[in-house]
């Protein structure tokens, strides 16, 4: 099963992934803010990942590992 | 098992970038990082690092590297490689270092087919210091020295660095590239790639301007920088190959 593994305390909030991903899973999670204070991004649906890793592309931050 | 698909590049190191959210110098040091791996560079690179945001490049690609004074990266660069030929020896440099201070030494490095490589972070603006206009600042911009937007009456038109260039006999290659989507991403990774292999094969100066957003002197959020860099900035500086050398990978 692919997966994208945040590293959340590292996510700047930019929201960059957000747009890239095909499936529309990667949000920004309103709810709450992480260490560094920003909303970090997160999966909502994991089994729709299919690892493409275009996320991860768009990330200027290294946050985002993907695994397949 | 599962696979590793996508991680950190080797060559960089595992820290937090000082860049500000959405800035995309973080994906165009990955895409260096990437490049840098795959052709096995970095035990053997001195990067050459910028005055500007970038110039904290240092920490994190995990090469060796000079920081040099601001715009003489391309003369510094020429010294390393002249007096060290078997090096790797790259600069990576903005619009305000590279196209203002920088004008001299980038133009004549190129005339001269120094045996370089040049990152050319193009995001029209001045970031560092707090969004003055650079000679790249489109025509009605606005930035806190063209508070009313750029005219050309006023302040002269933008300069194209790619095509200017393109006029010297000197360089091998220059190319401009975006990274304000996967698909723009994946063909800058490519661009630099290829120019890292121009200098591996000996074949004089290789040039890769990334038109780069900086959301923060922009005032606008990541996401809107994307479409603002592709609605105005693409359209004045097209994204495209001007020069390949043939055969090279
Ligand atoms: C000799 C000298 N003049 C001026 C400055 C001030 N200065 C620092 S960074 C900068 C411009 C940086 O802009 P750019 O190269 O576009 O890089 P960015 O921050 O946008 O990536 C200037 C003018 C300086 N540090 N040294
Ligand atoms: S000021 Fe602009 S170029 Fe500098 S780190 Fe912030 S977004 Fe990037
Ligand atoms: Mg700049």
Redesign the interface.
């Known amino acids: 099963?692919?997966?994208a593994i945040f590293q959340e305390d590292?996510c700047?909030?930019?929201?960059?992934c957000?747009?890239?991903c095909p499936t529309g899973i990667v949000v920004l999670d309103a709810s709450r803010l992480n260490s560094k204070g920003?909303q970090p991004a997160i999966v909502t649906d994991k089994e729709k990942c299919n690892?493409c890793?275009?996320c991860?592309?768009?990330?200027?931050?290294?946050v985002?590992?993907?695994?397949? | 098992m599962?696979?590793?698909?996508?991680?950190?590049p080797k060559s960089?190191k595992d820290v937090?970038?000082h860049?500000?959210?959405?800035?995309?110098?973080?994906?165009i040091h990955?895409l260096v990082g990437e490049a840098l791996d795959e052709l096995e560079l970095a035990p053997k690179t001195i990067g050459v690092a910028p005055v500007g945001c970038s110039v904290f490049i240092y920490d994190y690609i995990d090469t060796d590297f000079i920081q040099a004074s601001h715009g003489r990266a391309p003369a510094v660069a020429t010294g390393v490689k002249r007096a060290l030929p078997d090096k790797f020896v790259f600069t990576y440099q903005g619009d305000g270092d590279l196209a203002a201070i920088g004008t001299a030494e980038i133009i004549h490095a190129a005339a001269r087919g120094e045996n370089i490589t040049v990152i050319f972070v193009n995001n029209a603006i001045y970031g560092m210091t707090g969004g003055q206009s650079a000679p790249t600042t489109l025509v009605g911009q606005s930035s806190t020295t063209t508070p009313k937007g750029r005219t050309s009456q006023n302040d002269g038109f933008p300069i194209q660095v790619c095509e200017m260039l393109n006029t010297l006999q000197g360089p091998s290659m220059i190319s401009r590239v975006a990274v304000h989507?996967?698909a723009q991403?994946?063909r800058a990774k490519k661009a630099i790639r290829r120019a890292f292999q121009c200098q591996v094969e000996g074949r004089g100066f290789s040039f890769v301007e990334v038109l780069s957003a900086c959301?923060t002197n922009w005032g606008m959020?990541?996401?809107d920088a994307?479409k603002w860099l592709e609605n105005e900035m693409i359209p004045y500086y097209p994204v495209k190959d001007f020069r390949i050398p043939e055969g090279v990978q």
């Open positions: 099963m692919a997966r590292r700047k909030g930019c929201g960059l957000t747009a890239a920003f690892g890793a275009l991860a592309r768009m990330c200027p931050d290294l985002i590992q993907v695994e397949r | 599962a696979k590793i698909v996508f991680t950190r960089m937090v970038t860049y500000c959210p959405g800035c995309h110098h973080g994906i990955r989507t996967p991403v994946i959301p959020t990541p996401l994307g």
